[in-house]
């Protein structure tokens, strides 16, 4: 959010009666904005406000240069909307393609951060898995996507950070007992594969890697199916980290030793032609991305 000009600060203070009311809605201190006035003033030549125990009142001299503080506010807004619209930050849709966890636990937070700075963006948010994130934004149906790195190959894409797994067991099951497993540990029982798509598994190849050989029973697309068949007794499984938090019920979760990691990416076709909002909003997502994926 763009801090607010002298004359904002000046005229929200007179239309609100108060430099305190005006500092928190201004996001401001109530000494900044006394400052900010008393600088006025000194540019002025003049006193513009005289303080009381019932708040203030303006001057003679405040009254006569009040509305021309408002014209200066209003054309900075004018000016300031103008600009938005030249750049693209007004009225502008911004299209973007990931899959569940990001969904869930990142994206809310960097569409609120970004649309605070930008309140005329909008957004279309879509989820698939890898193929189909890697299909939509090679086809131009979304301005970039985040995928497994996996399947950046042939797209311009930047690495944002890797994703912990972790063994998640049903409750009471005997593998339960140890405070941390092997990937070995996870063979012996019916495994619940997370389907990733039809090139690569992240988990079914760590496996291959270890010469090992899990007992897939099932291979389910969505995250928060496999939870819910694991409370069950259906399985056992590998997941993300983040995709378990907050849905522990029912489940235990173990530490694995020799775990995976997932890497994520964002990818897109071409970024000189990406429309600037979006192009924004993924430097917007670069930048910040890497503190919150590590929360």
Partial sequence: MKNPSKYEIFTRAVELRSFTKAAQELGYTQSAVSQIIKSLEEEMGAKLIIRNRGGFELTAEGEAYLPYFE???NAEEALAKRQREILGMENATISVVSFTSV???????????????HPGVDFVIKQGEYNSIRKAVEAGEVDFGFISTRFSEGLESVHLYDD??????????????????????????PFILFDEGKDCNTVLEAFKAKGLQPKIEYDIYDDYSILGMIRHGFGISIQIKRIVEGFEEGLVIRKLEDAPSRSVSLVWRNKDTMPNASRAFMDYIIERIGTMANK
């Fill in 164 to 189: 912990e797994m972790v063994a998640v067991l049903p409750e009471g099951h005997y593998l339960a007992t140890k405070p941390h497993l092997r990937m070995a540990d996870m063979v012996s029982d």
């Fill in 71 to 73: 014209a200066i506010k």
């Fill in 103 to 117: 969904s869930r636990e990142l994206l809310p937070e960097l569409m609120m951060g970004f649309k605070e700075e």
